[in-house]
């Protein structure tokens, strides 16, 4: 077994994840990260501060021996908090086990003990303020912003994010390059501060939502004691970010849609001008390593819509899954890259896809009776055969079923509920359609 | 063999190329089209009235015994004339070989043939003024704008262009949905009339490009003794259809770079304003067919950037492709639609990725002297080893052989020439590389 030094490009979640099960197994690694370190800087971490962290995230991050850490930072949110036009607020749990939910975590934090973890190993180096320029094929280097070089040896795994450089070094070596589907609508985070008494001004123990059919605004709670607010909205259109260009626009567009809201925002209008607007997009590769060298990890290979909370917990996940196929192949790394590429890029094409789907739940079906009814039939469902049949939301956050699975299985239960009277659920008729499509789970 | 009618949407070139081979096996064809008959009233054809034609397009249309009516109306193009800045004009010949040409062909003629020959087999039926809004999965129906319902009973094929209704329809069921990577870069077309004397006012006989580096204007010929021109620009940035939005500015940007042309070019600056701006783009699509019954062909799949003058030519190889799956199938449908995909994505990837390549070629390349030495050696490379080594445009343009073969080959070629002496080429040295390397070619 070779221990040769492996590469890492990015040192923003995925990266110093990987770092540390690399550790763990017995490589010295070096991770290359554009921006200072924010432990010692105090810098903006990205474009969202807070992030949801369920299962998947959860259990690659116990495999790094690092959840004690981590676990005093989340803040449990148990369902959807729904904020209806009419002024009408309605919970809506997750899950009926009161066990299951998804955490609120601030990436800064999170990031900082991920990095701190994987300098502990004593094998891992991070280089700091190293913005990855280019790889010269010529001299086998990686070229830095900062002029410095680093030889290519051995792997070089691509942590560095949607606009990754690794990605584009990789497409031009394939047929079948990456490609970036614009979602059509940005976004733009807002901030509510505590209150006067130091307290949460909204529910702390939920994720808040505003669906307001064609956009939305959402809420999650931080440690300090305020919200993270999103709004997502068109980025062009009736309704849109193009459309509303001055402070008394947005003023009257909050003031229409999200009065209950537009009090508790700090320093509104102000901060939607001086925030940047977002933009989404998902990006599919079709080849997520080259060579078995270049391997491409989070969202460098498969970044993702963020409204299925998924975009941390899948990437945290392909760490776990690459380092499974190296360890099946007992440490020999030839053909490592290539079968974790071909093993999970069907999954990620999967959660890309229900995360797109998860918009239009959140921002328009969430308010409305039928999605409440086919909600509250596949929860009696999951208790009368919970080893056949577990909504989909649960699936992607509560369990480890690969996503492609998960989705096959979704469409399944779509289809059932479909055939059944929402309002008088025949269970019998019920029963033989899910003891016929869904295998019990084991 | 069952003889159901096969459904076929877009009758724009691949649509009625497809129609013909189908009639010609004994399916009866409904070929739905969203604009009227160009053949009865005179509209607008397309985004480009001129077309490449070589020789995967004309092996195609010879199949489909239609090539006699096809054959007056090309006019052969033996090389690139060069116009370099300095206002010299190279010709670049296409090939050492003198029959091998492509040839210009208006893009409305040609389809007024192929929909005329399709027609007269009896088997087809042409529906104009036919746009296909979309599939209802209840009724299994498609549904056109103009509230017309068609059942689908059998094959549904999507020749309806890089927009494809078919497409979307696709990527809806399937994991891996299509991808629009745009270029960056857009096209416009202006117009040089024949000369006062009704001739031609340059060489017929060639494609012209004004190659300068980041863009470029080219010119092909028409029968009507006319050329059309197309400028191709950044969207984008400092020298951009962005930054020449006037009159005076554009008639500047003509004057420093297009100097020579500029007083050929009919009524100009005005159809510069006139002229919409055309948008370039690729289409990657992971899924061509659906459960072995939709199925796409041509730009629906595969929409190609201009560059290698192979839209068409590929679009019509698609047909045949199909074609030769079923005949090997004897008929049975049943998995022809899957192998033909999966044959056919990555020789489409690879044109693809030669298009976009070729644009650097054409911009720039051709007024480089390393460029110019390298295609002598090529040349000389050709001459020797005849069986074995035919340069990359030559393949693409003169041949048969699979795309993805050629992109493989041209790979090898490019690196055997990037290892000799470009003035004093050792012939001995690269017979040994090109036998080792280069298998011959049947």
Request: a negative charge.
């Amino acid at each position: 077994m070779d221990h040769d030094m492996k590469i890492i490009i990015g040192s923003g979640l995925a990266g110093p994840l990987l770092a540390i099960y690399l550790s763990q197994r017995g490589y010295p690694v070096q991770l290359y990260e554009k921006r200072p370190d924010l432990r010692v800087e105090n810098i903006p971490v990205g474009r969202s501060i807070n992030l949801a962290l369920s299962h998947r995230g959860i259990k690659a991050i116990k495999s790094a021996d690092v959840f004690d850490k981590i676990d005093p930072l989340l803040i449990p949110m148990k369902g959807r908090m729904v904020h209806l036009s009419s002024g009408d607020i309605e919970f809506q749990p997750y899950s009926i086990h009161p066990y299951e939910h998804i955490n609120s975590v601030s990436r800064g934090e999170l990031n900082k003990i991920l990095m701190t973890k994987a300098e502990a190993s004593g094998k891992v180096q991070i280089y700091f303020d190293h913005s990855l320029l280019e790889i010269d094929g010529d001299t086998n280097e990686l070229v830095f912003e900062n002029g410095n070089r680093a030889p290519v040896t051995d792997h070089v795994f691509g942590a560095d994010g949607a606009g990754s450089v690794i990605r584009n070094y990789i497409d031009e070596k394939v047929l079948s390059p990456s490609c970036v589907d614009p979602l059509g609508h940005d976004y733009k985070e807002l901030h509510i501060a505590p209150g006067k008494n130091g307290e949460f001004q909204l529910d702390s123990s939920a994720l808040h939502i505003w669906p307001r059919g064609e956009f939305m605004l959402i809420a999650l709670p931080n440690t300090d004691k305020s919200f993270t607010c999103t709004l997502f909205l068109p980025a062009e259109g009736k309704r849109s970010f193009e459309s509303l260009g001055t402070p008394e626009l947005i003023t009257e567009f909050f003031h229409t849609y999200f009065e209950d809201v537009q009090p508790l925002l700090e320093n509104f209008p102000n901060t939607f001008f001086d925030n940047p607007t977002g933009k989404l997009a998902t990006v599919y590769t079709d080849e997520w390593q080259y060579n078995n060298q270049y391997c491409l990890i989070g969202d460098a290979a498969h970044a993702v819509v963020p409204f299925f909370g998924q975009g941390m917990n899948a990437s945290f996940e392909d760490c776990e899954v690459l380092m499974q196929c190296l360890d099946e192949a007992q440490g020999n790394w030839e053909g490592v890259c290539k079968k974790y590429s071909s093993v999970r890029k069907s999954d990620c094409d999967a959660i890309a896809k229900m995360a797109i789907e998860n918009y239009v739940e959140m921002r328009d079906l969430v308010s409305r009776k039928e999605f409440k009814q086919q909600k509250e039939i596949a929860n009696i469902l999951m208790e009368r055969f919970p080893d056949r049949f577990i909504p989909r939301y649960n699936m992607v956050s509560f369990t480890s079923i690969p996503y492609s699975e998960v989705y096959r299985r979704g469409a399944i239960q779509k289809e059932i509920i479909s055939k059944l009277d929402l309002k008088k659920p025949d269970l019998t008729a019920a029963e033989s359609m899910i003891k016929e499509k869904l295998s019990p789970l084991v």
